[in-house]
């Protein structure tokens, strides 16, 4: 929707972000999971955004830590890498 373009900048809905992951503009929302983990990242993905920000493309991750404290995190997605900014 319009609304939540503005609110979270350009992101992509089912079918745009499914050809981004078929096309190699994007690695599969999985992969983005596995390599926050891999960084010591153990909370759970409560929700996940492929936006574009600065002329690429990023994963928006809401986490839900044991804490219970919701944070973000922004993975580059095209190599998988934590993005600065949330």
């Given at each position: 929707s319009l609304a939540a373009e503005?609110?979270?900048?350009?992101?992509?809905?089912?079918?745009?972000?499914r050809a981004a992951?078929?096309?190699?503009?994007?690695?599969?929302l999985a992969l983005a999971i596995r390599s926050?983990?891999?960084r010591?990242?153990?909370a759970e993905v409560v929700r996940a955004e492929l936006c574009e920000r600065g002329?690429?493309?990023?994963?928006?991750?809401?986490?839900l830590p044991r804490s219970g404290k919701?944070?973000?995190?922004?993975i580059?997605?095209?190599s998988g890498n934590p993005v600065g900014g949330g």
């Open positions: 503005r609110r979270h900048g350009a992101c992509l809905d089912r079918a745009e972000q992951v078929a096309s190699h503009r994007a690695i599969p926050l983990h891999m010591g990242h153990r002329g690429r493309l990023v994963y928006v991750l809401t986490l919701v944070t973000r995190a922004v580059d997605a095209g």
